[in-house]
C-alpha cells in the first residue's frame, strides 16, 4: 500500500493594505488646528457699529436740544425751572393744556439746559440746576398768568413737594420762597387802571406812579403808549 503525501503551500499572506506605502494617513488628511503653527481663526470677530450709531444719536439729540433752549429763549420774559419728579406723562400732557400760547414747557437735563444759557443773562438760574427740572418758558410779560396754571395744576394734583425750584425775570434770581413776588405782579389790566387813575386824579397820584419800582414805571409807560397806538388805530 503506497502512501500518499500531501503538501500544504507555506507562502505568506500578503500584507495588511493599511501597512503598505500607500496607507491612508490620518495626517495627510486632516489639519490640526492647534497644531498648526501659523493657524488663524478663519472668521475674525468684527467690532459692532451699534454703540458708536447709539453715541451718535445720543450726541445729536443733546445737541437738537441744546438748539431748541436757545431758540425758546429768544424773545423770553421769564424762564422757571419746575421740580417734575414722579410726573407722569398723563399729567404732562394736562399741564401743557392749561398753559397760555405764550408759555411753554420743555423737559432739558440741567447740563443742557446750563450749556445753552452759558453767556447770556439767563446763567442766573444756575442755583436751580438741581434735581429733575421740566422748564417754563413765558413769552409774555403777564408772568402772573403764566405761572397760575401751574399753582392751580399743583393744588389739584396735591403736588406740594413739586414746587419751582427757581426763576429768572429781568436778569434776577427768583428762588422758591420768592415765587409771590413774581406772582403778584400788575396785570396789563391793572397797569391801565393806575394809568387812568393817576391823570385823572391830583398831581401828587402823577408823582407816585413815577416813583413806582422802575420795573412797574417801564410797564406803565409801554402801556400808555399802546394805548395811545390804539386810540388813533380806532379814529
Partial sequence: MEATLFTVSSSKPPPPQYLSSDSFSLKSHFNNPFLASNHRPRFSPKPSPLPRIRAAISRNRKEETVEKVKE???????????????????????FRSQLPESSKLLVAKNTLVLKAIEGTKWEALKPCMKGMNAWLFVHSEEIPAALKPYRAFQKEKKLEENDFTGAVFEGKYYGPEEFKALENLPTRAEIYAQIL????????????????????????????????EEEGAGQ
Fill in 72 to 94: 425758546e429763549l429768544q424773545d423770553c420774559f421769564l424762564v422757571a425751572g419746575i421740580s417734575y419728579k414722579g410726573f407722569t406723562v398723563k399729567q404732562f400732557q394736562e
Fill in 197 to 228: 387813575g393817576s391823570l385823572k386824579g391830583p398831581a401828587s397820584a402823577v408823582v407816585s406812579t413815577i416813583q413806582a419800582p422802575a420795573r412797574n414805571l417801564i410797564m406803565v409807560l409801554k402801556a400808555y403808549c399802546k394805548k395811545l
